[in-house]
């Protein structure tokens, strides 16, 4: 509609607010469908076409740019019911962040449902694989955004914009790794220092032996940051890295010291050396976070199971603390299982260290740590920092097996704010973990102790709990 349609209009409207007839002002076509009418009716007559005009014509036009996407996939899981929605909600807006978001999610699809789009929708890789059709159909968005629907290639490198670019290519890894390392191989040297250890870093993904040459070809590159990330690499591939200035295995063997034990059957012990200032104890958490376990066993002549079953854990928490850091970022899976086996049968505090591994586990050994952490009631917050475990599996029995409900109690009783906080983080680990009969129980004990009903923290526990009662129809 023009500006001279509009300014009729306006006529009409004025006319018939004044209380007046507009038959003689309206435009001839709207006269020619009124006009066998009688004055009042010729008036209605008017008055709907007018309607009409204004709810259709004046109507913005769609830019000519606006192209027609295809509807959000649909799952492979129902979608949540209604009613368990606002409880959803609600989990997710406690949730301190983004990974705390991701075990909701994540708790709801062992259960057999998917949120619905308005409540959560992935942002990143990491979300449930049953979400991988809503990840690729936002990754589709940013490639009609940026104007590419191609598969990546070298020829056509150049039309991605990075984002996508790093999208395609985890893809890629996910499928073809080969023809995703060559691309990356082909391109990624030509990239800034930034750009190009960003690329390198998808290496990870399906990361395999078949990768060992490239990364070993990295060694020479010009930036510190990706020589590094290689040989970690390497080393979770058991591989020992090319060394070099920048490498200071060496330095870091400064800080342990080789010892015995035992009168009868001497053996070998490795321990952190005592630092003597704040800057020896910074400059130690550097060298432990540039270097590889496999380098580090090898400057001592020994495997990196031999070292770690000969390091002599509880003698300095924040070496022991660097040491898995190091395992879980460097060590090959064989370390990380033995590692995670060994400390785990030890039992105690030492155990808390294997919650850095956790990623890297099994679920079996994932299963046995929590309900070890459980039974030993010690430091039991640490649950928290568990990443990648399984949800929904913990049963009452594992909860009830030992002092750590009678811990809780005592801290949600007290009358201080930190053990109180402390309590109110384990809550939220715990409506991740336990299955959904143990859930209820636990609110009922929870609640029983002192914890407000009406408290924020165990949402995620009410969640868990009201999902047993709405079994999805994938699991009937």
């Known amino acids: 509609m023009n500006e001279l349609e509009q300014a009729g209009l306006a006529r009409l409207r004025d006319g018939w607010i004044s209380g007046g007839a507009v038959f003689e002002l309206a435009p001839i076509e709207w006269k020619e469908l009124a006009a066998a009418s009688n004055p009042d009716e010729r008036e209605r007559r008017l008055l709907a076409i007018a309607a009409q005009a204004l709810d259709v014509a004046l109507r913005p036009a769609a830019p000519k740019t606006l192209k027609r996407r295809p509807p959000l996939p649909v799952l492979a899981l129902p979608m949540l019911p209604d009613h368990l929605r606002p409880p959803l909600r609600a989990a997710l807006k406690h949730a301190a962040d983004a990974r705390r978001k991701a075990q909701v999610v994540t708790l709801v699809a ?69 023809a995703a390392r060559l691309l990356i191989e082909a391109k990624a040297l030509a ?77 070998t012990t490795y321990a952190p050396a005592k630092t003597k200032s704040h800057a020896q104890e910074q400059r130690r958490a550097e060298l432990f976070e540039l270097c590889n376990l496999v380098d580090l066993a090898a400057r001592f002549g020994v495997t990196e199971a031999d070292f770690i079953t000969s390091w002599q854990f509880g003698t300095d928490n924040n070496a022991d603390m660097l040491l898995s850091r190091m395992v879980a970022a460097s060590g090959s899976d064989a370390a990380v299982a033995h590692m995670a086996d060994t400390l785990t ?45 399984e949800a929904g599996w913990l049963g009452w029995d594992d909860l009830s097996n030992g002092r750590f409900l009678a ?70």
Do not use: C
């Open 345 to 389: 049968a030890a039992g105690g505090k030492p155990a808390l260290f294997v919650l850095h591994l956790a990623p890297r586990l099994d679920s079996h050994r994932q299963r046995v740590l929590i309900r070890q952490i459980i039974k030993d009631a010690q430091f039991p917050a640490a649950l928290g920092q568990a990443q990648g475990i």
């Open 110 to 178: 062992s259960r057999g449902f998917v949120t619905h789009p308005l409540d959560w929708m992935p942002s990143d890789q990491n979300a449930p694989d049953v979400y991988a059709p809503w990840v690729d159909w936002l990754a589709s968005a940013e490639q009609e955004r940026h104007g590419s629907h191609e598969k990546l290639t070298t020829e056509n490198w150049t039309d991605f914009y990075p984002a996508s670019r790093r999208v395609a290519l985890a893809a890629m890894r996910r499928s073809e790794p080969a």
């Open 191 to 267: 990239e800034s220092a930034e750009v190009r250890l960003s690329l390198i870093e998808l290496v990870r993904v399906g990361l395999g032996p078949d990768d060992a040459p490239f990364l070993k070809s990295l060694s020479a590159d010009r930036s510190g940051k990706v020589r590094e990330l290689a040989g970690r690499m390497l080393a979770m591939l058991g591989q020992q890295g090319e060394g070099g200035a920048d490498v200071p295995v060496a330095e870091l063997a400064g800080f342990v010291e080789e010892g015995k034990a035992g009168f009868i059957r001497r053996r």
């Open 407 to 476: 811990l809780l109690r005592n801290s949600i009783s007290s009358k201080e704010d930190a053990p109180r906080r402390a309590a109110e983080e384990i809550i939220e680990t715990i409506g991740y973990l336990a299955t959904a009969p143990a859930a209820a129980r636990f609110i009922d004990d929870v609640v029983a102790a002192g914890l407000p009903p009406a408290s924020p923290s165990p949402g995620l526990l009410r969640l868990n709990a009201a999902l047993a009662e709405n079994p999805s129809q994938s699991d009937r």
